[in-house]
């Protein structure tokens, strides 16, 4: 299996403007996650998806991030507009069934600059 | 709110040193308690923990959770410079938030030759 897959890898964009980060979850896992890492507040949790409705989006910032799973292979994080302030690491990380899904599985991460 | 909390945030040591790292965690519906090691870029996964004061063993590291005290520590003996990495510690929710996972803000482990 390839893994958590996310895209892009990095992603430099202006204040202002639309950024949208993809993820492709581990087949056959049901739980999907997005976490944004920086320096000062750590992983934080912004929303996770169980069979691709959302469960808990308490976690996002603001009525700019926005996040859809269409279907079981597919979720994207959108940010509108961007800030300088959402400058962070995104992961994406999955997990398996609701028996064995407490280890989470972790995408590379999309490196986000907001100029 | 669920909150986990490691200590300290930053250590260095040198090579054959012995380190405890700390987590804390106050969490409604607590399930398990989960280590993960964060290295250049994604964190990976070392041990899931749900029962207290059963000890975890890979090389060496080890874990073990106390639910008394609502803790956990991560021991690492003889260290490596390859031990250098940001460990997380994050706790695992139930209940009608089955499926949170927490993270604390890591402890920065710098491992000198």
């Known amino acids: 299996d390839a893994g958590v897959i996310q895209s892009p890898r990095h992603e430099v964009t202006e204040m202002g403007q639309e950024v949208t980060l993809r993820c492709k979850p581990i087949s056959g896992h049901d739980y999907l996650f997005w976490y944004r890492q920086t320096m000062m507040r750590g992983l934080e949790l912004l929303i996770y998806f169980n069979n691709n409705v959302p469960i808990d989006d308490s976690g996002m910032p603001e009525d700019r991030f926005s996040a859809k799973m269409p279907n079981a292979s597919f979720s994207t994080l959108k940010i509108q507009p961007s800030e300088p302030r959402d400058s962070a690491v995104y992961f994406c990380?999955?997990?398996?069934?609701?028996?064995?899904?407490?280890?989470?599985?972790f995408g590379s991460g999309t490196q986000l600059s907001v100029l | 709110e669920d909150k986990v909390v490691q200590s300290p945030l930053s250590l260095v040591v040198h090579e054959g040193d012995t380190v405890t790292l700390n987590c804390s965690y106050e969490v409604t519906n607590f399930r398990s308690l989960l280590w993960y090691k964060q290295e250049k870029k994604a964190p990976t996964f070392l041990f899931m923990l749900t029962s207290s004061g059963i000890e975890k063993k890979s090389g060496r590291l080890s874990s073990i959770l106390d639910k008394k005290e609502l803790s956990s520590i991560l021991n690492i003996t003889a260290t490596q410079t390859g031990d250098s990495a940001i460990y997380l510690c994050a706790s695992f929710a139930g209940g009608t938030s089955y499926g949170k996972l927490t993270f604390g803000q890591g402890t920065i482990l710098t491992v000198h030759p």
């Open positions: 990380a999955s997990s398996g069934t609701r028996r064995t899904n407490e280890k989470l599985f």
